[in-house]
């Protein structure tokens, strides 16, 4: 499943919660992060127990940023490869 918000339309700490409570909790206490050297374009993962993958691409342009979340099944290929 993926969408594309933008921050304004979407709490991000509550997709997390809502991700993490259909999936059986977090697995790992730290989601993993990375940015563009110029901060314009980021990602974040965030694990669940049963293996499932939320996954946020971010991008900046001028004062927009967009937001684009994907849940990731177990064992799911990575598309950018």
């Given at each position: ?70 849940e990731r099944p177990p064992h799911a290929p990575d598309p950018r490869?």
């Amino acid at each position: 499943m993926s969408t594309t918000l933008s921050p304004d339309n979407i709490d991000d700490d509550s997709r997390m919660r809502d991700f993490l409570a259909r999936h059986g909790g977090a697995f790992g206490a730290t989601p993993r992060r990375g940015e563009s050297p110029d901060g314009l374009r980021g990602w974040s993962e965030v694990y669940a127990v049963d293996g499932h993958i939320l996954r946020c691409d971010w991008s900046k342009e001028d004062d927009q940023t967009e937001m684009r979340y994907e849940e990731r099944p177990p064992h799911a290929p990575d598309p950018r490869t």
